[in-house]
Each structure stands twice: as C-alpha cells, then as structure tokens.
C-alpha cells in the first residue's frame, strides 16, 4: 500500500510538472503549476475546505457508489434512465434483458448544482472559465466526504463516501469542461471513468440513418451547448470515423428559457404573476436574438390559459408586451423556431432525429411529440408548411440511453460492479446559497440574483453554495409531482421524503 501511494503521489508530481511547462492560460487562471486555484485548493492545500488526501482515496472498490451531477434536477432523467437499464443478463452480463435492472445493485450519489444553474448561460455572460469551476466544484464533491445536513448547519459533515465512477449528466457541462475534468482526475491519480452526455447523444443521432441514408439531425439544447458546437463536431467526428457517407446534417437550436422553466427560475418562468414584468430573460417581441414572431404566432399555438403566457394588451385588445410562461410554451416556441430554420435552409434534408441535448428536456417529452405532430399536420395556403421537412415519426433520442450502455460496459469491463449493494440506498444533494458567506446576494427567494450570479469572477476559492440533501425545503411540490409522472424509478427512491421531515439521503 505505501508503495502504490508514492508511485500515486510522484505520478501526480510528473504530470503537473509537465501540464506546467506547457500551460496555455495566464498566471491568475491556472496558478504557478498549470492549474486553476480550486484545482490547487483540492490537490495540495491542507487547510482549504475543498482539500482531497488522495493517497488515501480508496480507488477500485466495486462497493464505492457511482457519481452523477447535473445543474439541477435535469439529470434525474439520466439517472432514471440507468435505473432502468435492462440490456444483459445479471448473473453471466450476456446481452439481453433478465427483466432485473443491470444497475439495481449499484448506489448512486446525485448532485443538483441548483444553486449555480443554468449553466447554459455563463458562455453568454462571458464567463466560461467560471463555469469550469463550478464544474469541478461538483467532482470535489463527487470525490470528497463532505456535505451540510442543511443550509442553517454551521459546519459540515465529514461521512459521504467517495465515488468509483463519474457521469456529467448536463450537456453544458460536457462541451465545456469534460476535458478538463478528466485532466483533474488524471492530477489525482484514482484513474476514475468520466462519462459525458454529448458523445453518448451522437452516437444515438446516428443509429437513426443507414450508412448511405440521408437527412437532417436536429439538436436541441441549451445556447451555451450550441454556442460551443459540441453536438456539431461530435456528430461530424463519428461520421467520418463510423464510415457514414450519405449527407447528413445538423441543424441546432438554443433552448433559451427551457431548462430554466423546468426549474421554475423566476426570470424565465414566474407561476404566481397574471401579466408581463421587467425582469423577464426569455423571447419576446423585441428581443434581439429569439424573437416571437407575430406572423407565427398561429404555429406556436401557445396555451394561454393559467398565465402559461403573459400577456399586455394595447387598445386594439393584441398583446404589446407577450412572454412565455410555462415550460410547455417555451418547447412550442423552439421546436417551432427550429423548423422555420430548417424551411429556411437550402437544399434541406427531412429532420429524421432529434436530441435532447439538455437533460431537462426529457421532462417535456410529451409536448415535444405533440408538437411535432401538430407541426407535421399544420396546413396553410392550402398546403403542409413543414411536411417535407419532416419524418412522419422523428426520432426523439435521449442520450440517457447510451449513457448506460457505456457505464456498463467499463463497471463490467473494470470488474466494478458492487456484490451486495442497492439502488435503494442512493443519496441525493442540491447545492443552496451559502448565507454564511457574507458576500453572497440572494433575491426575495433565497437565490443567487442574476448579476451575482453570472457577476463572481474565477479563481476566488471560496464557499458559494452548501451541498445539502433534498427536502422539503429545497424541492418545490411541483417538481416532486413533475418526477412522478417523468422519472418514475428515480421518484421510488425520493418519493418518501414528501411525507417526511427527514430528507433523502
């Protein structure tokens, strides 16, 4: 044991030694060694919060519990996707289902990053490397032991276990930081498998075409996934290395407000008002970028019933002001905005798949094929404005599905797979705004103001959030009833907490 925790320690030395001597990012972003400062709070300062022994860090124990983290509880939809995974045999792991799920022995571990999403929108706000941080914020967690019991507790617990096996349920995530991820745990030695959602979501797309067929593969997902052509040049890796050859295309949109709306974030999504207010983020009439088109607003066919919409009638009884509220409008709105893309494309081919490029899309799965359908069947001028632009039945590919094929493969591959564990005892964390940090901002609710938020600069290691389990507290009602109807296998697990005072954990 000393021995392999000094070849651990001396290989961890070289690869820093050698990451800096040839650093790409400036003194103040990456530190004297060619990293960022919580890479180094993590690694070799023994007094910050975020430090990590991992000499001790116990690596190739199939007891361990698998990590999965998302910007909010988005990634639910992975992993109740992995709960119910039934692709081999439990006993030989020859493929076919047993009808026992391939992974109900394994504990997981969850984090909710609430605290810090969307993550779609730091590429806007400019502050990538900020959301990086974050990022590996969460592997600390994922790696580390500790948590708060709740946001009032004044210290930390110290009794989490650490994790076997790493899986970015967010798409945000994975385009922008899986690299840098897996570089960390190549610093920390544990040899842990990180699995992204992009490269899983790609390889979906293309089981949909045969290998001279061709078509169109939309992408929705959030505007900093989009923004960072992730889906794009994964799409056009596999092409070229799986030997597709038809012409096969890729055409994205940028979900603004879709996530947000899941979570309920009160600039995007606001249950409690009757008409239009001033801090709303998502598209509008006059907004640069996604804008509601008047003329479509027959093809949007938006509910309006409920406030789903917020409306400021002028004199002639029209809307001036409009803005989306519900999460059902905002899918109407992009699905919609997609395809006028397309029917403005030249030489369009069919949309024939389409991926849910942010794990809290999942959650609108039904409207999304209402949508379709409607828009496949929508007439004008005597004529189908999309038909030829679309399959009659379009792929809906969850990149869930591919996630655990993947996981499977390495925990049997690597001999990972936990002899006498459960599912039932997986842990669930949601990270708060840490009041106890005075320069923290919240809003009349409790969270991170919007200026705060994307305001707070990288490199400043400090406690931003505490990492709490979910309760009744942290989890609105709604969402609890939103992950009965979506991701029934993953509300088995937390549904008890509902009537009780005591959290999931």
Do not use: W
């Amino acid at each position: 044991m000393v021995s392999s925790r000094f070849n651990i320690r001396i290989s961890r030395f070289v690869f820093a030694l050698l990451l800096g001597g040839c650093s790409q990012g400036p003194a103040n972003e990456t530190g004297n060694a060619g990293l960022r400062p919580i890479e180094q709070a993590i690694l070799t300062d023994e007094q910050s919060f975020y430090y990590i022994d991992f000499d001790k860090y116990p690596s190739g124990n199939p007891e361990l519990p698998i990590g999965i983290f998302d910007s909010g509880t988005g990634g639910l939809t992975v992993l109740d996707a992995l709960l119910r995974f039934d692709g081999h045999h439990n006993g030989n792991h020859s493929k076919g289902s047993d009808s026992r799920a391939d992974f109900g022995g394994e504990k997981f571990i969850y984090l909710a990053d609430q605290a810090n999403m969307p993550y779609g929108n730091y590429h806007s706000e400019n502050k990538s490397g900020l959301l990086v941080e974050h990022v590996l914020k969460d592997v600390q967690f994922l790696l580390g032991s500790k948590y708060y019991l709740n946001e009032n507790a004044a210290g930390p617990e110290n009794s989490k276990q650490p994790v076997k096996a790493l899986v970015i349920a967010c798409n945000t995530a994975t385009a922008y930081a899986k690299e840098d991820v897996e570089n960390f745990i190549a610093r920390t030695g544990t040899n842990l498998k990180v699995i992204g959602v992009i490269d899983a979501g790609a390889e979906g797309a293309l089981e949909v075409f045969g290998k001279d067929s061709s078509g169109t593969i939309g992408v929705l997902a959030t505007v900093g996934t989009v923004a960072s052509g992730g889906y794009q040049h994964t799409i056009e890796r596999f092409i070229k290395e799986l030997g597709y050859t038809g012409n096969i295309r890729v055409i994205s949109q940028g979900g603004l407000g879709m996530a947000e709306a899941v979570d309920e974030e009160t600039d995007y999504v606001n249950r409690y008002l009757s008409g239009p207010r001033e801090n709303y983020r998502g598209p509008s009439f006059s907004h640069s970028e996604y804008k509601i088109e008047k003329a479509l607003l027959d093809v949007y066919n938006f509910e309006y019933d409920d406030h789903r919409m917020l409306c400021d009638p002028g004199n002639t009884g029209d809307c001036e002001l409009l803005q989306i509220n519900s999460a059902d409008n905002y899918m109407r709105y992009h699905l919609v905005s997609l395809m006028e893309k397309l029917r403005n494309t030249p030489r369009a081919a069919p949309l024939k798949a389409l991926v849910l490029g942010c794990t809290h899309y999942p959650y609108l799965t039904n409207t999304i094929r209402e949508v379709l359908d409607e828009l496949y069947n929508y007439r004008q001028n005597g004529g189908y404005r999309y038909r030829a632009l679309m399959a009659e039945n379009i792929r809906i590919i969850d990149p869930a599905e591919n996630v655990a094929r993947e996981l499977y493969e390495y925990l049997a591959g690597e001999k990972l797979f936990n002899p006498g564990g459960s599912a039932a005892a997986s842990e669930f964390y949601i990270s708060v705004p840490n009041k106890g940090n005075q320069e923290v901002k919240t809003d009349s609710l409790g969270r991170f103001t919007y200026a705060y938020k994307y305001g707070r600069e990288e490199g400043r290691v400090q406690e931003y959030v505490k990492i709490v389990p979910f309760s009744r507290t942290n989890i609105p009602s709604e969402t609890i009833e939103r992950l009965k109807a979506i991701v029934p296998a993953v509300y088995e697990l937390i549904g008890p907490f509902r009537n009780s005072a005591h959290p999931v954990h």
